[in-house]
């Protein structure tokens, strides 16, 4: 899932303002035909089929799944109001058509996928940072390069970056120009692709040697392995990260940790005016990077798709769901589920 070949931009955050709060009062029981989004990535496709479960046996709802990615499903949503739901949307990528929808009255975004946004980061495992507690700063990362010696070239340290292609792959790159990993003998090693760049983890991880590199959560692997974000120094700088760090000619970076990328969800307006209340239950469902990392990481080692896992989070997290919905409509949850 290249899920980061995004650029974050200061005029997007306006949008947010108009996340919806329906009213929570009646509810129908008949929110009439409604689709889905079901976008290629495990956490897209688990929150999407929760929805449809929720909105199906919680109020009414004729719910169905269709395929969906970022830019296909925001753009017809906008100029075919069909699907009506998109229920993770990364909207860096679809940041001035989204602004642009919501401004026309045609969109509306619900809630938040992600109550933290999406998070991109320079990774060490945390047996490492527990023999060494400075590597948990780019500071100490710089003093302790002999430990990310290239096995090819001991004259070289590898910090595993982007693969070829991907958006990341331009900010890797410009972050270790910034903070002059350069000049300490670091190179920013190409992974080849999202297989090569989790295996490299992997095998470092499963053997406790000593690797640092990019990744972004939520994913499976972040549920699995326990790894520790490494502490720039330097704050975020959203405007320098926009116009300098995403961007190939940027001819002096600066340092700035990555911003939180905005993951939300959003519907079309009709359903917002013909079911508030299934609505109002989107603009309270979010999860943590922390929660959906453990239970992609669930998905993986259980080789559950995203309606098993879906089952899976009702039945083993009513006290994370129950504050989403109303008394009546959590009954009639439990009651499907039973019947399941």
Known sequence: MKILKYLIAAGFFAATSALVTAPAAAQSHDCGSVTLADMNWSSATFIANLDR?????????????????TVPTGTSMI??????IASELWTNSFRDALDAGVKEGRLVIAGKS??????????????????????????????????????EDPTQSVLMGCPSGWACQISVE???KAMNLGDAGFIVRDPGSSAGLSGSLTRAYEREKPWLGYYWAPTALLG??????????????LEGYVNCITQVDCENPQPTMFPPAPVLTVAVSDLAKRAPD???YLSKRAFTNAFLNGLLAWMEENQADGEIAAVHFLNENEAVWRPWVS????????????SL
């Open 53 to 69: 479960f929720v909105l199906e046996h919680a109020y009414g709802c004729d719910a169905e799944l269709i395929p969906g990615d």
């Open 79 to 84: 100029e075919k109001g069909k699907p009506d």
């Open 114 to 151: 992600l109550s933290d946004g999406g998070q991109e980061a320079f990774w060490v495992p945390r047996y490492l940072v527990e023999k060494h507690p400075e590597l948990a700063t780019i500071q100490g990362v710089i003093k302790n390069a002999g430990l990310f010696r290239n096995p």
């Open 174 to 176: 410009n972050m270790a």
């Open 224 to 237: 699995k392995f326990d790894m520790v974000a490494v502490d720039f120094g330097s704050g975020i700088d």
């Open 278 to 280: 299934a609505v109002d």
């Open 327 to 338: 008394d009546a409509a959590a009954a009639r949850i439990k009651s499907a589920l039973a």
